[in-house]
């Protein structure tokens, strides 16, 4: 079982990126997939999940209305979509996925399976 997060780099602020995470060894779709994001000094903080029963859809509040999740279960891979950056924004993401977690604001410890980090970098 494989989570490969990928997509990261640098943008300007207002800019967008599109992460994608992509899973090797089971299917995506009966997993609520998560993504968090990390700082130097910082704990991980939760930003974004996708429901395994609907799809439905939670955002932390710092992320509402500029990103969206969203499900490719024929190359069996979520993304995460990333508009208007900010420079708060900067920090190394994490895809994340668990059958049993309840969808919506979690921490690390609710999730089983993890990927390596993609770097996404705000700065003028």
């Known amino acids: 079982v494989q989570l490969q997060a990928s997509g990261g780099g640098l943008v300007q602020p207002g800019g967008s990126l599109r992460l994608s995470c992509a899973a090797s060894?089971?299917?995506?779709?009966?997993?609520?997939i998560g993504w968090f994001r990390q700082t130097p000094g910082r704990e991980r903080e939760w930003v974004s999940c996708?429901?395994?029963?609907?799809?439905?859809?939670y955002y932390a509040d710092s992320v509402k209305g500029r990103f969206t999740i969203s499900r490719d279960n024929a190359k069996n891979t979520v993304v995460l979509q990333m508009n208007r950056l900010k420079l708060e924004d900067t920090a190394v993401y994490y895809c994340?996925?668990?059958?049993?977690?309840?969808?919506?604001?979690?921490?690390?410890?609710?999730?089983?399976?993890w990927g390596q980090g993609t770097q996404v970098t705000v700065s003028s």
């Open positions: 996708i429901s395994s029963s609907d799809d439905s859809t």
């Open positions: 060894g089971f299917t995506l779709d009966y997993y609520v």
């Open positions: 994340t996925a668990d059958y049993w977690v309840r969808p919506g604001p979690a921490n690390v410890f609710e999730y089983d399976f």
